[in-house]
C-alpha cells in the first residue's frame, strides 16, 4: 500500500485497530505489572506476551482460541479473493501479524501497512482482558466506576 499524500482524510474506523492495539499493549504490560516485573519501554506485542509468565501465555491462548473463528474465516476468504494460498491460521499466527500494529496503524498515514502486517489480534486482546478479570474479578468496572469531574480547561489567547 502506498502511504497517502499530505493532506489525505482518513477514515475515522482506522483508530480502532490503533487503539485496541494499544489495548492489548496495556494488558500484556498489566500482567507483567501483576507480577511484579519491569515494564518494557515498547509497543512489540509478540515480545510482551514472550514475557509472560508461562500459565498467563497458556490461558490467554485457551481464552482466545474460541474467539479466532471470525479471524480465521475472514483471512481465508481473503486470501481466496487474492488468489493467494490461506496461511495457517493460529494464536502465533495472528500475534506475529500484529505484533507491531500499534505503530503501523498509528503512522498508517506516513508509511501504509505492510502486507502481512496489521490487526486481527481482537481475539486476543479479549482473551489478555479476561486473565486479568480472573485475577482480580473487582477490576470488572474499573473503567465505569471512576468517578471523573468535569474540568474546563484554561483559554489561552491565541497570538
Given at each position: 500500500m502506498e502511504?497517502?499524500?499530505k493532506g489525505f482524510s482518513l477514515p475515522v474506523d482506522l483508530a480502532i485497530p490503533v487503539c485496541s492495539a494499544f489495548a492489548l499493549e496495556l494488558y500484556l504490560k498489566c500482567l507483567l505489572a501483576i507480577d511484579g516485573n519491569p515494564i518494557p519501554p515498547e509497543h512489540d506485542l509478540e515480545n510482551l506476551f514472550n514475557k509472560l509468565s508461562h500459565d498467563h501465555?497458556?490461558?490467554i491462548?485457551?481464552?482466545s482460541e474460541p474467539l479466532m473463528d471470525d479471524v480465521?474465516?475472514?483471512l481465508k476468504e481473503g486470501?481466496?479473493?487474492a488468489n493467494k494460498p490461506a496461511p495457517i491460521v493460529d494464536f502465533n499466527f495472528v500475534l506475529r501479524a500484529?505484533?507491531?500494529a500499534f505503530e503501523a496503524?498509528?503512522?498508517l498515514y506516513e508509511t501504509g501497512i505492510r502486507e502481512g502486517t496489521g490487526w486481527i489480534a481482537d481475539p486476543i486482546a479479549d482473551g489478555a482482558r479476561e486473565?486479568?478479570?480472573e485475577l482480580h474479578p473487582d477490576w470488572v468496572r474499573a473503567r465505569t466506576d471512576i468517578h471523573v469531574t468535569t474540568r474546563t480547561l484554561p483559554t489561552v489567547p491565541r497570538h
Open positions: 502511504a497517502p499524500k501465555k497458556e490461558r491462548k485457551q481464552l480465521k474465516l475472514w486470501f481466496q479473493k500484529s505484533k507491531n496503524t498509528r503512522y486473565r486479568i478479570l
